[in-house]
C-alpha cells in the first residue's frame, strides 16, 4: 500500500482540564475517505482544528505527503495542499460567490501586494473561479451576495472555496450541517464524484453520509479512538455501539 | 461600483471645493477658504483611516499621532530654517510610515479591544513625547513656515495651498479607490470579514493587515504636513486621542467601508463645529461652546439608523460599492 498522505503521531491536546485529544494516531490513505465520528464534544473539530493549523496540539506530530507538518501556520499548510471547510459556515457574507471562490483562487495565485487593477474584472481568478463554481452546482448562483444564498448553498460554496486551494486533501468538517435530506443528498452524490480525486478526512453526523462514502471510520470518543476500521467493522463493533451508534440508531428508530 | 447617484455627489463635492476659493474671494470672505482647506486635510486623514477601520476592520484608535508626525516633519525642518516642501513631504511619509510599521507590527499581534487600547496608548506615547520636547516648543507648539516647493508655487498665496490640498485629497481618494478594488483590497477586506477562513484559504493575514496599517498611516501623515502648512503651527495637540477620536468620528458621520463617505464626514462634522455653536449662541447666549450636546445625540442617532453613514444613506439599487 502506498504511503499515507496524512498520518498523525501520539496527538495531545487538552483545554485546562478538558481532554480534546487524548493519544491520537491516525492515517488517511491517497484517495481515500476516512470518515471521523463521535458524540458531541469528542473533539472532532478539535481534531481538525490542529490538522489545518489553527490550533497547535501540546504534543505529537502530524505529517502530511511525508513531510512534518506540525510546526507549519495554517495558510503555509494551505499551500501544502490541505485545504479545510468548516462546521458553521464561513463563507464571506458581502462578497459574492464568485468573489468567495475567486478569494481562495487568489490566495493560490502569488502575492497579494496588488494594489491597483481591479479585482472583480479579473479573469485570472474569475474563469477557475466560475469553473468551480459550475463543479459544484453553484454556477447560475455566482453573483448572488453570500448571504443571501440559502443554506445548502452556502455549504455547496464552503466546499467550494475549499476546492479552489487546488489542494490534495480535504478537511470537511460536518459538510451537511444543518441540511435538509435532499441537500445532504446532493452533497453525499457530490462527494462521491470527489471520491479519488481527493484524499479526505470527513467529520459528519449523518450516518447515511457517512456509510455511503467512507473507506474507513475512526470512531472518537472523549478525544480517544477507540476504534478504526472499514464501515461494516465498525457498524458490528459491540464497543462503538455502546458509545455511539447504538444509541443514535435507537433514536432514529 | 458607485451608482449615478452617488458619482454625482462625489463630483459635485469636488466641484464645491474647488469652487470655494473663487467665491469666498468675490464674497470678501476668504475663512471659507481656510475651512475648506481644514476639511479636505481631515478628509485625507478619514478616507485613509477607513481603510483600516471600515474596510480592515482594525479600529485604530491612534491616527491622529500620524497626522502629528506629518506636522513635525514640516515643524522641525522648518525649525532650522529647512523650508523645502519636497524633502519635508519626504520625511513625513517615511516617517509616518516608519511609525506606523512599528506600531503596526506590536498592535496587530492583538485583536479585537487590546488592539484598541494598544494603539491608544502607543500614539498617547508620541503625544507626551511632543510636549516633552522643549526644544520645540513643547506644549505650546511651534510656529513654522509654509513649504516651498518650487519658486512660481508660493503657498504664501491661500490659493496655491488650497489647491495644493485639493490635489492631494484627489489624489488620495483615487488611489484609496484602487487599493481597495485590487486583490490588496480583497485580502483586507476578507480579514475583516472573516480572518480564520482567510487564513485557512492560504492567506498569511499579518502582513496584508500590516501594509494596509502603513497605508493608511501615511496617507494621514499627508494630511499632517498639509495641516502644518494651513495652520503655520504644530502642537501636540494634533495627536491627543481626542483628535484620533474625531478622525473616527468622520467615519462614522460619513459612512465607515464606503471609502467616499468619510470624506464628507470630515465635512458635516467640521461644519457642525462651526455653524452650530453660532446658532445656539445667537438662539441662546452662553450655550455654544456646549455643541457636542446636540452632535452627540444626533451621533448615536446615526450610528444606530444608519450603518453605512450618511454615504449609506443615499439611495441606491445595488448593495455594494467601493
Known amino acids: ?253 | 461600483m458607485l451608482t449615478r447617484t452617488k458619482l454625482l455627489f462625489l463630483i459635485g463635492g469636488i466641484a464645491i471645493c474647488a469652487l470655494v476659493p473663487p467665491v469666498a474671494s468675490a464674497a470678501g470672505d476668504d475663512f471659507y477658504t481656510t475651512l475648506f482647506a481644514r476639511i479636505m486635510i481631515f478628509a485625507i486623514a478619514a478616507v485613509s483611516l477607513d481603510l483600516i477601520l471600515g474596510f480592515g476592520g482594525m479600529i485604530s484608535f491612534g491616527h491622529a499621532a500620524y497626522v502629528g508626525l506629518g506636522a513635525y516633519a514640516v515643524g522641525i525642518f522648518s525649525f532650522y530654517g529647512i523650508n523645502d516642501g519636497f524633502l519635508q513631504f519626504f520625511v513625513a511619509i517615511v516617517g509616518s510610515a516608519l511609525v506606523a510599521l512599528v506600531i503596526g507590527a506590536i498592535c496587530l499581534r492583538t485583536r479585537g479591544i487590546y488592539f484598541i487600547m494598544i494603539t491608544l496608548a502607543l500614539t498617547q506615547m508620541l503625544y507626551f513625547l511632543g510636549i516633552s520636547l522643549e526644544e520645540y516648543g513643547g506644549d505650546d507648539g511651534l510656529n513654522t513656515d509654509r513649504s516651498e516647493f518650487f519658486a512660481w508655487f508660493d503657498l504664501y498665496e491661500e490659493i496655491n495651498l488650497y489647491y495644493l490640498i485639493l490635489g492631494f485629497l484627489v489624489a488620495c481618494v483615487f488611489i484609496m479607490h484602487r487599493v481597495i478594488n485590487s486583490r490588496f483590497g480583497m485580502v483586507v477586506r476578507g480579514c475583516h470579514a472573516n480572518e480564520d477562513r482567510m487564513q485557512a484559504i492560504g492567506f498569511p493575514t499579518f502582513r496584508y493587515k500590516l501594509a494596509a496599517f502603513v497605508i493608511s498611516g501615511t496617507m494621514c501623515g499627508i494630511a499632517g504636513a498639509l495641516l502644518a502648512n494651513l495652520t503655520e503651527f504644530v502642537t501636540p495637540e494634533f495627536m491627543h486621542w481626542f483628535r484620533s477620536g474625531e478622525i473616527m468620528i468622520m467615519v462614522l458621520v460619513g459612512g465607515m467601508g464606503t471609502l467616499f463617505g468619510p470624506a464628507f464626514g470630515a465635512a458635516i462634522y467640521l461644519l457642525f463645529e462651526e455653524w452650530v455653536p453660532d446658532l445656539m449662541e445667537a438662539t441662546i447666549s452662553g450655550t455654544g461652546e456646549n455643541w457636542h450636546f446636540i452632535f452627540g445625540p444626533l451621533l448615536v442617532i446615526l450610528v444606530l439608523f444608519a450603518k453605512q453613514g450618511l454615504w449609506g444613506l443615499i439611495p441606491d439599487r445595488s448593495r455594494r460599492d467601493g
Request: aromatic share 6%.
Open chain 1, 1 to 253: 500500500m502506498a504511503d499515507p498522505i496524512l498520518r498523525v503521531e501520539g496527538l495531545n491536546k487538552s483545554f485546562g482540564g478538558v481532554v480534546a485529544t487524548h493519544n491520537l494516531d491516525f492515517e488517511v490513505e491517497p484517495g481515500e475517505i476516512h470518515a471521523v465520528i463521535g458524540p458531541n464534544g469528542a473533539g472532532k473539530t478539535t481534531f481538525v482544528a490542529q490538522l489545518s493549523g489553527m490550533l497547535k496540539p501540546d504534543s505529537g506530530r502530524i505529517f502530511f505527503d511525508g513531510n512534518d507538518v506540525t510546526e507549519l501556520s495554517a495558510p503555509a499548510r494551505s499551500h501544502a495542499g490541505l485545504a479545510r471547510s468548516f462546521q458553521i459556515t464561513s463563507v464571506f457574507r458581502n462578497f459574492t460567490a464568485l468573489q468567495n471562490v475567486a478569494l481562495s483562487i487568489q490566495a493560490h495565485s502569488g502575492h497579494s501586494f496588488r494594489m491597483w487593477k481591479p479585482a472583480a474584472t479579473d479573469a485570472e481568478l474569475n474563469d477557475p473561479a466560475r469553473d468551480i463554481l459550475e463543479q459544484v452546482g453553484l454556477g447560475a448562483r455566482s453573483d448572488i451576495l453570500a448571504a443571501n444564498l440559502a443554506h445548502g448553498e452556502q455549504r455547496q460554496l464552503e466546499i467550494a472555496m475549499a476546492l479552489a486551494t487546488r489542494p490534495r486533501m480535504l478537511l470537511l468538517d460536518e459538510p451537511t450541517a444543518g441540511m435538509g435530506p435532499e441537500d445532504t443528498q446532493r452533497i453525499t452524490r457530490f462527494l462521491a464524484d470527489l471520491k479519488g480525486t481527493y484524499s479526505m478526512l470527513l467529520i459528519e453526523h449523518d450516518m447515511d453520509t457517512v456509510f455511503a462514502l467512507a473507506d474507513r471510520i475512526t470512531v472518537l470518543v472523549y478525544g480517544r479512538a477507540i476504534a478504526t476500521g472499514t464501515p461494516e467493522a465498525i457498524r458490528a463493533n459491540d464497543e462503538v455501539r455502546a458509545a455511539y451508534l447504538g444509541e443514535e440508531e435507537a433514536e432514529i428508530a
